[in-house]
């Protein structure tokens, strides 16, 4: 690492970063649930399923039958056609919770085709194309019978009859074969019937989030969710004292419009840094509060002196532009450049002529004290508690008997004080 030049080292830190929490199981809430479908040919249940926001993946197959093989030359020869025990063409959908609700995507099947019809979907006609809920759980299985009461009212007032889907639990889902996966992507002019009776269910208004605002300038945005113990967790542990100029806020997956995110949104937490609404870079699972702020270093600061100085424990240059602003100040608090933490306060500021800010002490509980041996040298180095950068060092020539706090102007911002 010391014999990397100074602008590779942000990137390698990103790299190692992404390698120790993406993906990781250990420290994300996953979201990810799933449901299998049946209401009629498979290809256009598949393809209606995957254009929906918040569906990951759909897979064309099998289901709920007994005492043949699970193939589509098998299910669709004529002697099986009537068969009761004949498999079923569903479709097994993969979705993000966190950003579709189950409610909506059986809305959703009950809306795309016509329920009413037993054993059949216009001219596709037999128990292949039978509509049906096969669910994993009790809870999935009374929201399935809700919903389906509630489109049964809607249907008779239209005068369609009796819904006819059978509600079932899971026994197995065998998937089809290979060219019936993503068919209609593959077949653009394949055979796509639309059996919908056109009788929606009643749009419930959600109140829509404003993120006109997150278009324009730097922002972190937090992904959250109602069940997340890792959320809870990277709130408690490293962001409840965030005090950044960089605004933070919070989302759900569901209230992500507008903005331009590459990374995937089915887990929890995951910290995106974004600037006039695209996103720079992410970090995906609960992370330390030094990894935190290192990427944060890295979005904020980028290749710069500050950035040297509070990661690489460099030095500013002595009487540097940041020290001239800061020397003179009127009263007020320099605060940590990232997490916005008070750090000194001017009433201990004094000139030193070394062409570093000076302070004979720190804001209580604001530092760390750590041994620095560098440069064959004996030093005590000064860390911001909350962030964890370099600030400087201290020394015990001040005035008066009093410790000389040596700290670079490059990692602070002022507040001048409300009088």
């Not at 795309?112 to 039978?130: C, V």
């Not at 890792?230 to 965030?242: F, W």
């Not at 609960?286 to 290192?294: A, I, L």
Request: hydrophobic share 35%; net charge negative; aromatic share 14%.
């Amino acid at each position: 690492m010391a014999c990397l030049p100074n602008l590779y080292k942000p990137l390698l830190f990103l790299l190692i970063i992404f390698a120790s929490t993406a993906f990781s199981s250990k420290n994300i809430t996953i979201h990810e649930d799933k449901i299998v479908f049946g209401a009629g040919c498979f290809w256009s249940v598949e393809k209606k399923f995957a254009e929906l926001p918040g569906v990951i993946n759909v897979e064309s197959g099998y289901a709920d039958g007994i005492g043949l093989e699970p193939r589509y030359s098998e299910i669709t020869k004529f002697k099986n056609k009537f068969n009761p025990d004949n498999f079923a063409e569903v479709v097994e959908v993969t979705y993000d919770r966190n950003s579709i609700s189950l409610t909506d995507l059986i809305k959703f099947f009950f809306e795309l085709h016509d329920p009413t019809q037993k054993n059949r979907q216009g001219n596709d006609i037999g128990t292949q194309y039978r509509s049906l809920i096969l669910f994993n759980d009790q809870s999935e299985e009374m929201l399935s019978i809700e919903l389906k009461d509630e489109y049964q009212i809607l249907l008779r007032k239209e005068g369609y009859g009796d819904i006819v889907t059978d509600i079932k639990k899971l026994k197995k889902f065998y998937p089809a074969e290979e060219y019936h996966q993503d068919y209609l992507v593959k077949n653009p002019n394949g055979y796509c019937p639309d059996h919908s009776t056109g009788i929606v269910f009643k749009e419930v208004e959600k109140p829509k989030i404003d993120n006109s605002y997150l278009l324009a300038g730097k922002y972190i945005l937090v992904l959250d969710s109602e069940f997340c113990p890792y959320c809870t967790k990277l709130k408690n542990e490293v962001l409840s004292d965030y005090e950044g100029s960089i605004p933070l806020h919070y989302r759900y997956s569901s209230d992500l419009h507008d903005l331009q995110l590459s990374s995937p949104t089915w887990a929890t937490p995951t910290i995106f840094f974004i600037e006039d609404g695209v996103e720079k870079f992410s970090l995906q699972g609960f992370v330390q509060r030094e990894n935190f702020y290192k990427a944060l270093g890295i979005f904020k600061l980028g290749e710069s002196e500050a950035y040297s100085v509070a990661f690489n424990q460099g030095t500013d240059p002595v009487f540097c532009k940041e020290y001239e602003l800061f020397k003179d100040t009127p009263e007020g608090v320099f605060i940590d450049k990232l997490s916005g933490a008070p750090l000194f306060d001017t009433k201990d500021r004094f000139n030193s002529r070394t062409g570093w800010l000076s302070f004979t002490k720190p804001v209580d509980g604001s530092v760390t004290e750590h041994m620095d041996y560098s440069y064959g040298m004996t030093r005590v180095e000064i860390k911001s508690k909350s962030s964890g950068i370099h600030l400087g060092h201290v020394f015990q020539d001040g005035p008066n008997g009093l410790p000389r706090y040596c700290i670079n102007a490059t990692v602070l911002e002022f507040v001048p004080r409300n009088i």
